[in-house]
Each structure stands twice: as C-alpha cells, then as structure tokens.
C-alpha cells in the first residue's frame, strides 16, 4: 500500500509540474498537499501526527524518510528542469535552434505568463545551478584532481559533454536543508533514527517491490516499522 501511494501521489503529480505554467497552478497545490499529509496520516493510523514526524516523511528515502514530498515546494524546480530539458535537448533538436536562439523567443512574447515563468526559473534555480555546475566541473578539473597519464584510458559512459540540469539536482537542496533542521532539532533521538535510516541497506523493505512472495510485507508488519522508523511508535522489546 505505502509503495502504491507514493507513485499514486508522485508519478502523475511530476507530469503536471513539468508541464504547467507554476504561477497558474500553484494556488490548488496547498490543498493536494493537505490531502497527502492526510492520506499519510491515516495509513500510519496517527490521530494527530507531530509536524517533525511529518518533515521526515518528506525526506527521500536514502535520507531516513519515506520519499514523499510537497508539490508546492518542488513546484519551481520540476518546472526549470522541463525548461532545461527542453532547452538542451528536445528544442535544438525538433526546432533546430539554439538554446539562446529558444530564449529570444520568450523574450519576444515576454507579456505571457509562461514567458515570465521561464524568466523566473532560468533567474532563480537554472542560473545558479549553472554556475555550480562549472564550478564542480573546474574542481573536478584542477591539477590536484588530473588523472594518471600512465594509466590506461577509461571511456566515458556518456555521449554528452555538457549535462544538462536535472530536477533531482534542483532539489538536492531543499532535502539537505529538511535533512538539516532535523539533525539540528536537539533531539538525540530523532539524531540517531536519522543516522541508522541511512546505513547500508536500512530502507531496503520500503524499496523493495512485491514481485513475489517472498518480497511481500503485510500491513501488519509494514506499518509498525514504518512507525519505527518515523519514531512515532512505541518498540517493545523482549
């Protein structure tokens, strides 16, 4: 159920991010949100779930959470990375024109809502993302960083020299800084649970997809480790 729910939630909802103009959409966001956390709710079967256990949720799941996240907040960078991957790949190749020849044609329609979008998203996210990336590559680049030249040359797994932005690396900050508020809460439980979740193989049984029986978790046995997990549950122990 938790793994039908968060495709349900997740899958469909990132199609319509990538493929809306986000100042258009962005007021019914807050309630899809709201129902979410609900649904949540009432899987955990939590009366009331403490706003901290509900942050964790929307952490991925190699960071302790459970892979949820709000569509309001990604909103800005699922759209940016649709622009991206326009802008890189499928526009060049269908319209076979530049990305700069693509951004003067926004330019020329600048009093649509789409266009002004675009603006905010090259200005806000994919600018900076650009930048961050020619600094990872000069780093990567640097004298101390340069290969063996006696050793045998490794071929690239990739055709493409110049990678274009993704919406996981859009977002690789706003999960660090959830991540962050978390671990700086104070609370040396909430510390640990956080610390043990991203040990090797610890959210194995969240990933894993019952293709067969032995994959296979009943609610009974899922939810309390879930709850484990979250650290809304009491663990009896022998």
Known sequence: ELILLRYIFLSKVVYLLRNSVPTTIAPALEAFDDEMRSVIEE????????????????????????????????????????????????????????????????????????????????????????????????????????????????????????????????TEKLHKARFDRLMESGDPHVCARLFMADAAGAGAFLRAIPSERGLELSNSVMKPAVRARLGCSEIEHP
């Open 43 to 170: 899987w955990l079967e939590l009366d009331d779930m403490p706003d901290r256990v509900y942050q964790q949720t929307l952490l991925p799941l190699s960071n302790g959470g459970l892979g949820f996240y709000r569509s309001g907040e990604v909103l800005w960078s699922a759209f940016a990375a649709s622009v991206e991957a326009f802008q890189a790949d499928l526009g060049t190749k269908y319209f076979e024109q530049t990305r700069s020849a693509l951004l003067r044609r926004l330019e020329a329609n600048a009093g649509e809502q789409y266009a002004v979008d675009v603006g905010r998203a090259e200005r806000d996210l994919l600018g900076p993302a650009r930048a961050e990336m020619e600094q990872r590559e000069h780093a990567r680049l640097s004298s101390a960083s340069l290969p063996d030249v006696m050793a045998a040359p490794r071929r690239s797994s990739s055709n493409s020299s110049t990678p274009y932005i993704t919406q996981s690396l859009l």
